[in-house]
């Protein structure tokens, strides 16, 4: 079946450095279509952005990811992180954008300080 | 902005009793998702549903049913429950023609079974 990879458990920097938070998938469909969703504490996980187009980066709220079939990954990244990015990230894959099912990764925590 | 509401919040449970989660959307998606929240696991997909009177297997459904009696409501029961369920629930709703599958979750619901 499907599977989502996030290498990172827990990302610790300090505010201003970059972002680079890891996915990899496995799929057996030619078009997954791949999502980044973040859940700040005590809240609920909502969608950050998504994107199902090879090599075309996918921009919101300053982050960005570029989905790269060649590879099966779909980093995050930002040019500069905020006190206010500490959550959790999870990366998750649906098989198209008409899946019916989406799988989610383990998540990565990330703690940005001052 | 999609409407997801579970009920109850928070729940105590005795080992082999039997435990309902209730999950309302107003959105009217097809598309209905129960995931277990665990650290270290992420979000793993327990039932799914894509309609009224359907329910899916996900990927950890052994001890769990689900029931989707109508479009806006779609229950997780737990017929004999155990500690090694005790988690944080989160139904999500979703549609795959209106949204491209992004799923919009409920507050989640903390149960422990003691």
């Known amino acids: 079946g499907d599977s989502v990879t996030q290498t990172e458990g827990l990302v610790t920097l300090t505010e201003g450095l970059p972002v680079m938070l890891n996915c990899t998938y496995q799929t057996i469909y030619s078009n997954p279509f791949l999502f980044w969703y973040v859940q700040h504490l005590n809240e609920s996980p909502r969608l950050l952005l998504k994107s199902f187009t090879d090599n075309k980066r996918t921009e919101h709220q300053g982050f960005h990811a570029t989905l790269h079939k060649s590879s099966s990954s779909f980093h995050l990244q930002k040019s500069s992180a905020q006190l206010s990015d500490s959550a959790l990230y999870y990366c998750?894959?649906?098989?198209?954008?008409?899946?019916?099912?989406?799988?989610f990764g383990t998540g990565t925590s990330l703690l940005v300080d001052p | 902005e999609a409407a997801v509401t579970q009920s109850p919040r928070n729940k105590v449970a005795v080992t082999g009793g039997k435990v309902t989660l209730s999950c309302n959307q107003t959105?009217?998606?097809?598309?209905m998702y129960w995931y277990r929240q665990d650290t270290g696991h992420g979000l793993r997909l327990i039932h799914y549903?894509?309609?009224?009177?359907?329910?899916e297997k996900g990927d950890i459904p052994d001890g769990y049913k689900a029931s989707r009696p109508s479009q806006e409501n779609f229950s997780l029961i737990l017929e004999l429950a155990t500690p090694s369920q005790t988690s944080v629930y989160f139904c999500?709703?979703?549609?795959?023609?209106?949204?491209?599958?992004?799923?919009?979750f409920g507050a989640g619901t903390r149960l422990s079974v003691l």
């Open positions: 998750a894959l649906s098989e198209s954008n008409m899946g019916y099912k989406l799988t």
């Open positions: 549903s894509y309609g009224a009177g359907s329910t």
């Open positions: 999500a709703s979703g549609d795959a023609t209106t949204s491209q599958n992004t799923l919009y």
């Open positions: 959105n009217n998606h097809n598309n």
